[in-house]
């Protein structure tokens, strides 16, 4: 158990609006992901955190945003949300900078109406 | 242009016998691969690792394979249980390429039958 839990588990929010999805860690590891998983895709990098205040943009970064200000949260956050970002988002860890191993939390089911 | 391809969508098995999920790579580059099991409303969970320098790692009923020449490799459970039905990820990275991020393919479904 790499301690990540996602907030909220579960939300329908309507196109247009804002949305802004929390991961929290409680182990201090440096790295943080967003994914999000869509049949027919698999899993696909959002944006990802190599540190506090350090961001940058995964293959599907388009209409996402994300923010570390501590260590232990990494928010991803959809300015406009659109009916495509239904999906179901997952945040993970990487647990050194010298590992390849990731491990995920429970994930985020989004619905945009 | 999908870099890790899973090509089987869906594998059927019976209790007991061996599973055998493959894995194609297009990416010269990747030096790590990595398999997932993800069961339905949880995140994926981390089963097995094999580094390039390798052609073979195994972990108890897990086993991967991997032929570079080939760009290929492949996760053998042995035997497969009805608790190994679930889906299956492939995933590759590039040693210091982008802080280790990973590559998936689509995936494949697992069934075990009793």
């Known amino acids: 158990d790499a301690g990540i839990t996602q907030s909220p588990r579960h939300k329908v929010t309507e196109t247009g609006t804002p949305v802004t999805l929390r991961c929290h860690q409680t182990e201090n590891h440096r790295y943080m992901y967003w994914y999000r998983q869509d049949p027919g895709h698999g899993l696909r990098l959002i944006h990802y955190s190599y540190g506090v205040k350090d961001t940058d943009k995964g293959e599907v970064s388009d209409g996402y945003s994300v923010s570390r200000s501590k260590t232990e949260d990494f928010l991803l956050t959809l300015e406009s949300a659109t009916s495509s970002q239904t999906s179901v988002y997952f945040c993970?860890?990487?647990?050194?900078?010298?590992?390849?191993?990731?491990?995920f939390g429970p994930g985020t089911r989004l619905t945009v109406t | 242009d999908q870099q890790v391809k899973q090509n089987s969508p869906s594998l059927s098995v019976q209790e007991g016998r061996i599973s055998i999920l493959n894995c194609d790579y297009t990416?010269?580059?990747?030096?790590?691969f990595l398999w997932y099991k993800k069961y339905p409303a949880e995140g994926p969970t981390f089963l097995i690792s094999?580094?390039?320098?390798?052609d073979k790692n195994e972990d108890g009923r897990f086993t991967v394979f991997l032929n570079k020449s080939a760009k290929h490799l492949s996760l053998h459970i042995v035997p497969s249980q009805p608790g190994d039905s679930a889906v299956y990820f492939c995933a590759a990275s590039v040693h210091g390429g982008s802080q280790g991020n990973l590559i998936f393919g689509k995936g494949t479904k697992l069934s075990v039958k009793p």
């Open positions: 993970a860890i990487s647990v050194s900078s010298g590992s390849y191993e990731q491990y």
């Open positions: 094999i580094s390039s320098i390798k």
């Open positions: 990416n010269s580059m990747f030096d790590y």
